[in-house]
């Protein structure tokens, strides 16, 4: 997903970020059902692994970090590791398993029944990012995606259990509503994680494009 050539005005910059934002508020129920989920593993003592790749993985550091160091003072800190951190491990995985592996590796060696991954793609094409989530499922754990486009391969398959898409072919303004996405999966878990009697949202209400 690139841009070349890109001479519009401000006006249309602007045009091309309110359809995708208007999308993701017409998500909320969805959303909600996934944050939901993360809830109820954290309660089980669950951990999050976040991964991506390139501006993805800096992302998923940014998820790891605002649930390990809330930056609202008095929230619940709660675990979470991004598997984009560590180089050695990444450069290791990559040249002796393939790049495609980095991810899925991890995941097989820290992850568990009660643990969520969440990954992150642009275009929900990224492979070490598909079989990573596809690993995730085969231990049980809980999936969740952020995508943009028409989710690509993640919006086609069944190795994601909620899946948040940016209807947006522009990876500018994928990028920056899937950091207001994954804000609100930090409030939102809060949320039910303070309020566990709260109702749940419908089973069917999942992101899907």
């Given at each position: 997903m690139t841009l070349t050539n ?78 984009t951190g560590d180089v050695a ?56 995606a952020l995508a943009g486009g ?60």
């Amino acid at each position: 997903m690139t841009l070349t050539n890109d001479r519009a005005g401000p006006a249309e910059l602007f045009g091309r970020r309110a359809g995708p934002g208007e999308a993701l508020a017409g998500d909320a129920a969805a959303i909600a059902a996934a944050c939901h989920a993360m809830a109820a593993r954290f309660r089980r003592g669950g951990r999050l692994f976040t991964f991506g790749n390139g501006g993805a993985a800096t992302d998923a550091q940014h998820v790891a970090v605002e649930f390990v160091h809330p930056v609202i003072v008095g929230k619940r800190a709660l675990p979470a590791l991004s598997l984009t951190g560590d180089v050695a491990t990444l450069t290791g995985v990559g040249t002796s398993a393939g790049f495609a592996e980095v991810f899925a590796h991890q995941l097989r060696c820290f992850g568990g029944p009660d643990d969520i991954a969440l990954g992150i793609t642009p275009d929900g094409r990224c492979g070490n990012v598909l079989r990573g989530l596809g690993g995730a499922r085969s231990l049980g754990m809980l999936t969740v995606a952020l995508a943009g486009g028409d989710g690509g391969a993640l919006g086609r398959g069944e190795a994601v259990d909620h899946l948040v898409v940016v209807p947006s072919d522009d990876p500018r303004v994928v990028k920056e509503v899937h950091v207001t996405a994954y804000h609100l999966l930090w409030e939102l878990v809060h949320v039910f994680l303070e309020h566990p009697d709260g109702a749940a949202p419908a089973r069917d209400a999942q992101v899907r494009p």
